[in-house]
T-cell receptor, first 115, second 113 residues
Framework: NAGVTQTPKFQVLKTGQSMTLQCAQD?????MYWYRQDPGMGLRLIYY???????DKGEVPNGYNVSRLNKREFSLRLESAAPSQTSVYFC??????????????FGEGSRLTVL | GENVEQHPSTLSVQEGDSAVIKCTYS??????FPWYKQELGKRPQLIID?????GEKKDQRIAVTLNKTAKHFSLHITETQPEDSAVYFC????????????FGSGTRLQVQP
């Protein structure tokens, strides 16, 4: 039982390059989330998916796209990376759907640097 | 949308002292308030949560209090230990609108031995 697994753990990109962060959970959770963490700014929600087949914007969605491939997998894509997207990205999942989110289980994080 | 403010940003206490971290939220519809602990280089993990129909909840050395009228909630850690040193995040969500947690900016707690 791995929990939430995200890849890659580290990535360096040049401005304008694209990449996809992959996330998978094996807890049969309904909801999945992508957050970014920057110093002094806490965790900011990029996109979330309350159930398979649905995605919604969070606080900071510009420059990102997501795909809820199936119940287990939720990917985050940067189409044209910018230095402002240098951050640590966390994928998370929870059982909640229409009710409260419930406990979020986080992946280990992906550290992205855009030069 | 929801806005969560957290204070202080850093907190240093002596081992054995108590620590208090405070958060305010803006959306009166919010009804779920968890606290997460993040150790250096690790992922955030839930330590305690409270729902709006409860005013206080305790779990050993940690407690959370909620004042819905004033829209603020607090984390209390008693008898602090060096292993309590970490960054603590408060968060809030509701079961209407955006069904995802909005986090505060975090408090770095350092417990001096």
């Amino acid at each position: 039982n791995a929990g939430v697994t995200q890849t890659p753990k580290f990535q360096v990109l040049k401005t304008g390059q694209s990449m996809t962060l992959q996330c998978a959970q094996d807890m049969n959770h309904n909801s999945m989330y992508w957050y970014r963490q920057d110093p002094g700014m806490g965790l900011r929600l990029i996109y979330y998916s309350a159930s398979e087949g649905t995605t919604d914007k969070g606080e900071v969605p510009n420059g990102y796209n997501v795909s809820r491939l199936n119940k287990r997998e939720f990917s985050l894509r940067l189409e044209s990376a910018a230095p402002s997207q240098t951050s640590v990205y966390f994928c998370a999942s929870s059982f909640g759907t229409r009710g409260n989110t419930g406990e979020l289980f986080f992946g280990e994080g992906s550290r992205l640097t855009v030069l | 949308g929801e806005n969560v403010e957290q204070h202080p940003s850093t907190l240093s206490v002596q081992e054995g002292d108590s620590a208090v971290i405070k958060c305010t939220y803006s959306d009166s519809a919010s009804n779920y308030f968890p606290w997460y602990k993040q150790e250096l280089g690790k992922r955030p993990q839930l330590i305690i949560d409270i729902r709006s129909n409860v005013g206080e909840k305790k779990d050993q050395r940690i407690a959370v209090t909620l004042n819905k009228t004033a829209k603020h909630f607090s984390l209390h850690i008693t008898e602090t230990q060096p292993e309590d040193s970490a960054v603590y995040f408060c968060a809030a969500s509701s079961d209407t609108g955006r069904r995802a947690l909005t986090f505060g900016s975090g408090t770095r707690l350092q417990v001096q031995p």
